[in-house]
T-cell receptor, first 113, second 111 residues
Framework: DTAVSQTPKYLVTQMGNDKSIKCEQN?????MYWYKQDSKKFLKIMFS???????INETVPNRFSPKSPDKAHLNLHINSLELGDSAVYFC????????????FGPGTRLTVL | GQQVMQIPQYQHVQEGEDFTTYCNSS?????IQWYKQRPGGHPVFLIQ?????EVKKQKRLTFQFGEAKKNSSLHITATQTTDVGTYFC???????????FGAGTRLTVKP
């Protein structure tokens, strides 16, 4: 049983396209996150949701739009993809407390050509 | 928000040597977490430190939280090839349920 799952695992697309990445967690957690990890391995928070409510919205281009249909799902839609969007995107979840560990999904490697 | 600085960025060791990565903050941290990411993998939680001066051990890994709660370290004794990966510390950010990751230390181990 995968705790945090993401689809797809790999995504190769052309500049200008629109794409979505899906994330689901079966841990019963209230908080979900999206992180971007660049080629230098830096993990940058993008968004977080608590019970479907947007909590963290870092300086991310508005081409990126998260959507949380329920607290077990947090999807990421990206419009008009650019070369600089190429990265690994990780979804994560945690219980509702700063003292709780985050559980990461396997990542989605996005390559924009 | 709070930011944790992590050094070194890279560390290459011979198998059997020790390894230490350091995490520093300019402000007091309520807690600090450590994660490990294997090559091609995802970050996996290792441990959390909460108390001033806390020391926790996991087999060959020793985690410390400074007395002032502004720094932390992860020390691996007698590294093995299975220790290869990037080690991240994470400290609280400005929002609830918000942890901000350091830049990570990438460890390579030569057999």
């Amino acid at each position: 049983d995968t705790a945090v799952s993401q689809t797809p695992k790999y995504l190769v697309t052309q500049m200008g396209n629109d794409k979505s990445i899906k994330c689901e967690q079966n841990l019963g957690h209230d908080t979900m996150y999206w992180y971007k990890q660049d080629s230098k391995k830096f993990l940058k928070i993008m968004f977080s949701y608590n019970n479907k409510e947007l909590i963290i919205n870092e300086t991310v281009p508005n081409r990126f739009s998260p959507k949380s249909p329920d607290k077990a799902h947090l999807n990421l839609h990206i419009n008009s993809l650019e070369l600089g969007d190429s990265a690994v995107y990780f979804c994560a979840s945690s219980r509702l407390s700063s003292y709780n560990e985050q559980f990461f999904g396997p990542g989605t490697r996005l390559t924009v050509l | 928000g709070q930011q944790v600085m992590q050094i070194p960025q890279y560390q290459h060791v011979q198998e059997g040597e020790d390894f230490t990565t350091y995490c520093n903050s300019s402000t007091t941290l309520s807690n600090i977490q450590w994660y490990k990411q294997r090559p091609g993998g995802h970050p996996v939680f290792l441990i959390q430190l909460v108390k001033s001066g806390e020391v926790k051990k996991q087999k060959r890994l020793t985690f410390q939280f400074g007395e002032a709660k502004k720094n932390s370290s992860l020390h691996i004794t007698a590294t093995q090839t299975t220790d290869v990966g990037t080690y991240f510390c994470a400290g609280p950010g400005p929002h609830n349920n918000d942890m901000r990751f350091g830049a990570g230390t990438r460890l390579t181990v030569k057999p």
